[in-house]
């Protein structure tokens, strides 16, 4: 089992120290650093990380817009993480803890981004 975590700014210019601080604070000891919009599913790290994920795995995040803005793609993304028996735990939106059997999380995930997706 590993803690791994995901980071991304939108361009070179930005600084990844804000959220690399705060996932080491959430004990990852592995990074998939990303420099580059979210319009896409064209991210390389991101696709590195989803592909090398194993049962029992935890991914973290800083906050939810890290890892998508769109309703479409984190519902992708996070059900690739579900299937390969890994969690998600986003670090400032708490609510969203998917790492555990947490049935009142993956009950506001349903209804806030399964439900509005139907």
Known sequence: MKTV??????????NIARQKKSLKEA???DFFIEKISDASMDRPELQRMLEELEEGDIVIIHEISRLSRST???LTIVEMIQ?????LRPITDKW?????DNPM??????IFFRIGTV
Do not use: H, M
Request: include cysteine; charged fraction near 30%.
């Open 5 to 14: 975590g995901y980071i991304r700014v939108n361009s070179e210019g930005q």
């Open 27 to 29: 004990g990852c000891t």
């Open 72 to 74: 479409k793609d984190l």
């Open 83 to 87: 299937r390969k028996g890994a969690g």
């Open 96 to 100: 969203l803890d998917l790492s555990d």
């Open 105 to 110: 999380s993956e009950l506001l995930f349903t």
